[in-house]
Nanobody, 123 residues
Framework: QVQLVESGGGSVQAGGSLRLSCVASGNIDSRRCMGWFRQAPGKEREGVAAILISNGGTAYDHSVRGRFTISQDNALNTLYLQMTSLRPEDTAMYYC????????????????WGQGTQVTVSS
């Protein structure tokens, strides 16, 4: 089992920035991939960004490419999501996730999930 705890959410105005963090614990050596997902009210959970732990390779949804950056600090077992130029449509609950297998933006590939942190962007 892998436990994930997110932090860093909050309320910002459009154009602002936030950095989300996710600390992993437990059987962390089984992880191959880490990702960030988000879910707005009434919508499905969607992949935002993912990172391959071994070489730092990344993938982004087109809606956030160029504005969001996913990164990792393996010494701290921590995943980050730096979000800039935030828009009202970025408002959602953001979840950290870990996968033992394929690495991409498909939520069905992820095995472990955090409880989420809320991001609210006002216009």
């Amino acid at each position: 089992q892998v436990q994930l705890v997110e932090s860093g959410g909050g309320s910002v105005q459009a154009g602002g920035s936030l950095r989300l963090s996710c600390v992993a614990s437990g059987n962390i050596d089984s992880r191959r991939c880490m990702g960030w997902f988000r879910q707005a009210p009434g919508k499905e959970r969607e992949g935002v960004a993912a990172i391959l732990i071994s070489n730092g390779g990344t993938a982004y949804d087109h809606s956030v490419r160029g504005r969001f950056t996913i990164s990792q600090d393996n010494a701290l077992n921590t995943l980050y999501l730096q979000m800039t130029s935030l828009r009202p449509e970025d408002t959602a609950m953001y979840y950290c996730a870990a996968a033992d297998g394929p690495c991409g933006l498909d939520r069905t590939d992820f095995d472990y999930w955090g409880q989420g942190t809320q991001v609210t962007v006002s216009s």
